[in-house]
């Protein structure tokens, strides 16, 4: 049953947001376990945001905000409100000729988005490209890949802020951003994002340093890339390296990368020849990968629970398997890696 709050089934006025009682949350997320949402609401104007948030049938249960379920994974259903931000639009707020500041609904899937900026001849997003989700999304965590985060190009976020009961416009430094983490994370009830504005440039140096992107580069025999040949190289080796949701249900990264102290890294790479180590800005940062590996969970399979045998960062559902069984491998994974390694990994996706 689906209602339609305020117009009418003739009437011509655009839908602002739906609202559905006991609704199913299998499609709406790429692990494609099963769980169901008491109410659902998908909001195609920001500026009902209040108003549903108010509705009598769920003002006064939990809210969870959700975009295409990439990054979420639910070990059981959800007993309040999930409200999908379903807004469209992607504008272009102001050009000077060499950089275009650029508005994104939070609906828009980032991908598009990607695609969007290339199109116009813009740089920025290439390293991003391929990374499932919403625009919405993105600033959560502060999607990162193939050394680029989203913080290198994010303007502002504009957000409704619960707290507040207002809409507002974050900047950058009011994001707090680090590696996957921001305000949004670490307020996760407080925040509706509505939107994001990026910076992104015409001419603006491209970040190669990512060893697998230049060797793909050369593979593709490209000497001089452009943004789009970058971006071409992201999706193959994307395409290669990491299981596609639309064919195997997961997260992605299921764990973050550690990062630890420069003498822990050192204890730990006598210890453990091969172990991969990076720097990072505040310590050193290891491969979650290579610890999960090494603890010999690579293709791991119990029922349909598992470790994706192409990358043994990623969990995956081999059909039918539960978000608790997910979520009880996981922690098995987290707690050898612990015992190996005196590491303890932290979970990327949100666990519900
Ligand atoms: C195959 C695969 C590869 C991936 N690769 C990468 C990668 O390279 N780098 C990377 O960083 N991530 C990666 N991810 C994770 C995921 O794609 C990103 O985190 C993405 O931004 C999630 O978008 P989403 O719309 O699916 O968010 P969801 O999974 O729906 O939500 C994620 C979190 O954001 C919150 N949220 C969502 N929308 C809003 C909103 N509008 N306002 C407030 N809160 C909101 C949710 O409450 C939840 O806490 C990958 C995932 C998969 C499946």
């Not at 395409?239 to 890294?265: E, Y």
Request: net charge neutral; with cysteine.
């Amino acid at each position: 049953m689906e209602f339609l709050p305020g117009f009418g089934m003739l009437s011509p006025m655009p839908v602002h947001y739906t609202f559905t009682p006991d609704a199913p949350l299998t499609r709406r997320n790429t692990f494609r376990v099963p769980a169901r949402a008491a109410w659902l609401a998908e909001i195609h104007d920001a500026a009902v945001i209040p108003e549903v948030l108010t509705l009598p049938q769920v003002k006064n249960l939990p809210l969870l905000v959700l975009g295409e379920g990439s990054n979420v994974l639910f070990t059981r259903d959800f007993d309040g409100l999930v409200l999908v931000m379903a807004n469209r639009g992607i504008e272009t707020l102001a050009d000077d000729g060499e950089t275009m500041l650029v508005r994104a609904a939070a609906g828009e899937d980032w991908h598009g988005l990607v695609r969007w900026s290339l199109a116009q001849g813009l740089c920025g997003l290439e390293n991003l490209s391929l990374i499932p989700g919403t625009a919405g999304a993105a600033p959560i965590q502060n999607i990162g890949a193939y050394g680029v985060e989203l913080s290198t190009t994010l303007e502002s976020v504009a957000a409704f802020d619960r707290q507040a009961g207002a809409q507002v416009q974050l900047t950058r430094t009011q994001c707090d951003f680090s590696y996957r983490q921001s305000i949004f994370k670490q307020q996760p009830d407080r925040w509706i994002i509505t939107g994001v504005d990026l910076h992104l440039h015409r001419n603006a140096r491209l970040k190669l340093d990512y060893a697998g992107v230049r060797e793909e580069l050369a593979v593709m025999h490209v000497a001089n890339p452009t943004a789009l040949d970058v971006s071409e190289a992201v999706c193959r080796l994307r395409r290669r390296k990491l299981p596609d949701p639309a064919v195997i249900g997961n997260a992605g990264s299921f764990f973050k990368n550690p990062v630890v102290s420069t003498d822990q890294a050192a204890r730990l790479q006598s210890a453990h020849a091969g172990l991969p180590i990076f720097n990072a800005p505040d310590g050193k940062k290891l491969s979650a990968a290579w610890l999960i590996e090494s603890c010999g969970w690579k293709g791991f399979r119990e029922g349909d629970a598992g470790v994706s045998d192409k990358h043994a960062l990623v969990l995956v559902n081999h059909g039918h398997a539960t978000g608790a069984q997910i979520w009880a491998l996981a922690q098995r994974i987290r707690d050898s890696v612990q015992e190996r390694f005196d590491i303890r990994l932290e979970p990327e996706p949100r666990i519900l």
